[in-house]
């Protein structure tokens, strides 16, 4: 896959099969377009193009809003897009300029005249242009001016529950892994470097690594307790992790640490990455350290069983 981090970079295919969009998460409603945009594009002998934003169109259009979080990182969405073996991946700024293209001028100059499309395969709800007038409508509308061929992929369903990013940030914030991994239809990562704390949890005999995540809009989920798999230099470990400020120790920070079973290296200053399994338990708070590590022995001794351990 050829990434492009500027439309601009991008010299035009023959026979481009395009998909536009933010596609966070990647979830099992954007496997379903990127699946049909291989499927045209192996049956045309085209070349699959996707086209997707950074930052997010709502971070520019609304800086004021410090509380818009994304699934995924930029990182983490081409590695996952990259899965799918497609072709071309365009990661392109978006500007409050292109924000205001009409409808029009978003078909001539971004599709026809930088991209070249000649199949377009769209989601239910696609909607481009300024204050989003445009949509399927527009798009048929100028199929036979431009020469190219439109596809909308109905709504993705699972368990008869509409899937959107949205539905599933919402899901990370209660702590429902479960309905957002099968929205997903993956597990939920969280990437980050282990760094030093304050060593509480070693005292207990649980020690936990730190993790500094970089990217502020990644989304954490809600506080509490989780059954993970953690990966640490390519090797896949079993383990839980924790969400929160440390109440019973009066902690004033939110923190992510991970207790890893049956590890003992010196991984500080490493890139991990924990796979998100089962949430065990919310947050709470406890008479002293005695009481939270009874309770951190029974967390571990479920996370195990969950695990397969």
Do not use: W
């Not at 991008?10 to 099969?17: D, M, R």
């Not at 527009?138 to 369903?157: A, G, H, M, P, T």
């Not at 070693?202 to 809009?217: D, H, S």
């Not at 809600?222 to 640490?232: K, Q, W």
Request: net charge negative.
């Amino acid at each position: 896959m050829k990434i492009y981090r500027h439309i601009n970079d991008f010299e035009k295919v023959p026979n481009a099969v395009v998909t536009i969009g933010t596609f966070d998460g990647v979830h099992v409603g954007h496997q379903k377009i990127i699946t049909r945009l291989r499927e045209i594009a192996l049956a045309t002998g085209g070349e699959t193009v996707i086209l997707t934003f950074f930052p997010h169109p709502r971070m520019i259009l609304h800086p004021e809003d410090l509380n818009i979080k994304m699934i995924t990182t930029m990182d983490e969405r081409a590695d996952q897009l990259e899965k799918y073996k497609i072709d071309h991946l365009i990661i392109t700024p978006f500007t409050r300029d292109f924000s205001n293209l009409s409808p029009e001028e978003y078909i001539s100059q971004v599709l026809v005249d930088q991209l070249g499309i000649k199949k377009i395969i769209i989601g239910y709800d696609h909607r481009f242009g300024k204050n989003r007038q445009g949509g399927l409508k527009e798009l048929k509308q100028y199929e036979s001016v431009f020469n190219y061929k439109v596809e909308e992929i109905s709504e993705q369903d699972v368990n008869d529950v509409a899937v959107s990013s949205t539905r599933i940030r919402a899901a990370l914030l209660q702590g429902d892994i479960k309905v957002a991994n099968e929205f997903l239809g993956y597990s939920f990562q969280l990437s980050g470097k282990v760094v030093r704390g304050d060593q509480i949890g070693r005292q207990m005999g649980f020690p936990t690594a730190n993790l500094f995540v970089e990217q502020t809009y990644k989304l954490v989920p809600a506080d509490g307790i989780y059954a993970v798999l953690i990966s640490v230099d390519g090797e896949d470990f079993r383990g839980m992790c924790y969400i929160g400020n440390r109440p019973t120790i009066n902690g004033m920070t939110r923190n992510i640490e991970v207790n890893i079973f049956d590890f003992n290296r010196d991984i500080y200053d490493k890139m991990v990455t924990i796979n998100f399994k089962y949430f065990i338990r919310g947050d709470a708070t406890f008479n002293n350290l005695d009481e939270l590590k009874h309770q951190i022995s029974k967390d571990k001794e479920l996370a195990m069983s969950l695990l397969g351990v």
